[in-house]
């Protein structure tokens, strides 16, 4: 998005959030969630996801609760009813061992986009400075 006004971030920088299908990498950012929390449920991981968000788009619960499901149809998390504390009952999720091996993919794959993304930044800059233009910052 070019700079103005963003609604969910205001005005004055450029940000991702109307950029169309940037890909928002939910999955990755829920894999490392539910490491750093040990198990957690779809509320609490939608209170947090700012934190560990890759992107400035908003993560929609429903693409948050569609990706818990299919990482547990693959086998990547667990899941179990917490009926003991007070309240409705909430399915609870935890990172398997298959799960962690697919954060560490994850997280190759991500070096390897960083730099791929690096050269691309760096060849706009560069183009820009050449045509005279003002440096993206």
């Not at 004055?12 to 950012?29: Q, T, Y």
């Not at 969630?33 to 934190?51: P, T």
């Not at 908003?58 to 086998?75: F, S």
């Amino acid at each position: 998005m070019a700079k103005g006004f963003c609604p969910r971030h205001g005005g004055g920088h450029a940000c991702s959030c109307a950029m169309g299908n940037l890909f928002r990498f939910i999955e990755p950012v829920l894999l490392l969630m539910l490491r750093d929390k040990g198990h957690s449920y779809g509320y609490e991981l939608s209170e947090h996801l700012d934190e560990y968000a890759l992107t400035d788009a908003q993560i929609e619960p429903a693409a948050l609760y569609r990706t818990l499901r299919t990482l547990k149809e693959n086998g990547h998390v667990t899941s179990s009813w917490d009926t003991e504390n007070p309240g409705p009952a909430r399915r609870v999720y935890s990172l398997t061992k298959l799960g962690e091996l697919h954060l560490q993919e994850w997280s190759e794959v991500m070096t390897r986009l960083a730099g791929t993304m690096k050269a691309f930044t760096v060849r706009v800059q560069k183009s820009s400075v050449d045509a005279g233009g003002p440096l993206l910052r």
